[in-house]
């Protein structure tokens, strides 16, 4: 029963809260096993309703689609990997269940937004993950922290009134907030002015969320001051959920492709793709190289869908989950290698591959995947992403796409010769491997963007590709 995946995260804060001190040490076995249920759930090992167990639902789907499933398992994989990374990096006990709560309430948050068929559902879902989001960030009660919520916390607000706004608008018109209805009377209202402006406000909102640019403007601080474990939540999956798969279902289900709409993905997509690259590559703080890159790998997404094709869609989802999978890892070593040198500043490392040999080969792996690079999965992606540009007529955008995958590759260069490529550098004599916590999560994503990557004949006609059924 897929309401389960909404239900189980939301009982786990309710019993684990109970006044039993026993409880709060299961608080992390409980995140770990809720993770791999939705994993085998999303992959189809366990069935879609138990025995007993009511067959139809009102506002949740019955059955998983694939896009529904290549955001459920990617929504499980990047929320184990952070349980271990919050186990490695929280410190206190407490500080780590009070966050672990949290994670539940994102997760539940995310999974809701997944499944749920209806605008307003939608809305309370993405609210959840969000509100959750944000006092992750601010988690331990820093400076930088604090800033970096309060920024997020107003684009969030922005957006959460452009989207109510849009959503009554779209109520008014309907009747209804189901995407069926709202579908439906789109389609006989298409050139009402009131009708436009709802779209407008809906996709604006989306957009802020995704934090494409120029709403970028919260994204590198939220993400390079929040907690090693809540940016890896954040650039693995939180705003991919909230933002990117919630405007590729409201397009593909709900509001359709129309001219204008094709163009503002063009557009948008197009600036952050480069506009992200060349802001990455000024950067001298890991982390922050790291949120320019998501915003960078997210105008591929948006330059996917915008072709409105079968092959564009399927790539975009495709490259949707790439992303999650290597934005993660190379998050997970970001933390690593913080933990173990104490610092981000990249130009104050160096050689740390000689101390550091699983973080850094995984680094390379992701960045590598990350730029496009044969045969891992990242390439498959934006080869597919390309060639749906390409064969749908738009010939500069495809040529700015390859010129961008360069521009990627110069600045992950620059990342692995400052951080862990020549001599090792003056101060990390003494570093050592990270611990089982960290290494154990970046040899998981390391197999998995390899996998995915020469497993790409089987899955295009089986798991991830067959979005729209080409």
């Not at 608080?27 to 090992?45: E, I, R, S």
């Amino acid at each position: 029963m897929p309401s389960l995946l909404v239900i189980l995260p939301l009982l786990a804060v309710l019993l684990l809260n109970l006044p039993l001190n026993f409880l709060r040490r299961l608080a992390l076995p409980a995140a770990l096993l809720l993770a791999l249920y939705q994993a085998a759930f999303a992959l189809g090992v366990l069935p879609a309703c138990c025995a007993g167990c009511p067959t139809q639902e009102r506002w949740f789907l019955n059955a998983l689609d694939p896009l529904t499933s290549v955001l459920l398992l990617a929504i499980a994989i990047v929320a184990f990997v952070s349980v271990f990374v919050l186990r490695a990096t929280a410190g206190e006990e407490r500080r780590e269940f009070n966050m672990l709560n949290l994670v539940f309430l994102a997760v539940a948050g995310m999974n809701g937004l997944v499944l749920v068929r209806d605008l307003f559902s939608l809305y309370v879902f993405l609210e959840l993950a969000s509100i959750a989001s944000f006092i992750l960030i601010a988690a331990h009660r820093e400076m930088g922290g604090l800033e970096g919520a309060f920024k997020y916390l107003v684009m969030s607000a922005l957006a959460t009134m452009m989207m109510l706004a849009s959503i009554a608008l779209l109520l008014a018109l309907s009747g209804s907030t189901s995407f069926g209805a709202v579908a439906e009377a789109l389609q006989a209202h298409a050139r009402h002015g009131y009708v436009l402006t709802a779209l407008g406000l809906f996709l604006g909102g989306l957009l802020i969320k995704s934090g494409v640019m120029p709403f970028h403007g919260w994204l590198p601080d939220a993400y390079s001051a929040a907690p090693a474990a809540v940016s890896t939540l954040l650039a693995g999956i939180v705003t991919k959920v909230t933002g990117v798969y919630a405007l590729i279902r409201l397009v593909l289900d709900v509001f359709g492709f129309t001219p204008a709409t094709q163009q503002l993905l063009l557009i948008f997509g197009a600036i952050s793709v480069v506009a992200g690259a060349l802001a990455a590559l000024g950067q001298s703080d890991m982390k922050r190289m790291l949120a320019y890159s998501s915003i960078s790998q997210v105008g591929y997404i948006l330059l996917g869908l915008a072709t409105g094709t079968g092959l564009g869609i399927a790539a975009a989802v495709f490259h949707l989950f790439n992303h999650a999978i290597f934005k993660t890892l190379l998050f997970v070593n970001a933390a690593a290698v913080e933990k173990q040198t104490g610092t981000r500043d990249m130009n104050q490392l160096g050689g740390l591959a000689q101390k550091m040999p699983i973080t850094g080969v995984t680094s390379l792996l992701a960045m590598f995947s990350t730029a496009g690079v044969p045969p891992l999965a990242g390439f498959w992606s934006k080869l597919l992403i390309i060639a749906a540009l390409w064969l749908s007529g738009f010939h500069g955008y495809a040529l700015l796409g390859i010129g961008a995958s360069l521009l990627t590759l110069a600045y992950f260069l620059s990342l692995q010769r400052r951080v862990f490529f020549g001599l090792v550098r003056a101060g990390c004599e003494n570093v050592r491997e990270a611990g089982w916590a960290l290494t154990l999560p970046s040899l998981l994503l390391a197999a998995i963007l390899v996998g995915v990557g020469l497993a790409l004949p089987w899955l295009i006609g089986t798991f991830l590709l067959p979005v729209k059924g080409f």
